[in-house]
C-alpha cells in the first residue's frame, strides 16, 4: 500500500512559478499511474494532470495546458507538478493521487480511479 506526501506550496503572485513534489512510499511506485487534483474552497475537487506509470504518456486539464507540466522521477519515487504563469484561479489544495495501472501507459482521468491519496499541500496565488 502506498502512501503519499506533498509538498511545495505556498504563496506566489500572479505570473510566478512552483514545483510540487509528492514522495511515494511503501510500494513499487513504477506500478501506479499518478494524478494531481485540487480543491479550491466551495468547489468539486478536480483533476489537474495525471501520467501514466513510465511517464510516457500524460494529460492535462484545458485550463492548465502550456502553463503545468506533470514528470515523475522513478527512481526517487516521486512525481512533480510544475506550475508556471500562475493564475488567481490556480488557488487551491493540491493533492497528488495514485491508481495501480493496468498498463504502462495508461492515464487515469477521473477521481473514482485513485486509491491512494495525500494530505494535500495549498497553492495560493495574489493578484
Known amino acids: 500500500q502506498v502512501q503519499l506526501v506533498e509538498s511545495g506550496g505556498g504563496l506566489v503572485q500572479v505570473g510566478g512559478s512552483l514545483r510540487l513534489s509528492c514522495a511515494a512510499s511503501?510500494?513499487?511506485?513504477?506500478?501506479?499511474?499518478m494524478g494531481w487534483f485540487r480543491q479550491a474552497p466551495g468547489q468539486e475537487r478536480e483533476l489537474t494532470a495525471s501520467?501514466?506509470?513510465?511517464?510516457?504518456?500524460?494529460y492535462y486539464i484545458d485550463s492548465v495546458k502550456g502553463r503545468f507540466t506533470i514528470a515523475r522521477d522513478n527512481a526517487k519515487n516521486t512525481v512533480y507538478l510544475q506550475m508556471n504563469g500562475l493564475k488567481p484561479e490556480d488557488t487551491a489544495v493540491y493533492y497528488c493521487?495514485?491508481?495501480?495501472?493496468?498498463?504502462?501507459?495508461?492515464?487515469?482521468?477521473?477521481?473514482?480511479?485513485?486509491?491512494?491519496w495525500g494530505q494535500g499541500t495549498q497553492v495560493t496565488v495574489s493578484s
Open positions: 493521487a495514485a491508481v495501480l495501472g493496468r498498463y504502462r501507459l495508461s492515464v487515469y482521468v477521473r477521481g473514482t480511479d485513485y486509491g491512494y
Open positions: 501520467i501514466s506509470r513510465i511517464g510516457g504518456n500524460s
Open positions: 511503501g510500494g513499487t511506485f513504477s506500478d501506479y499511474a
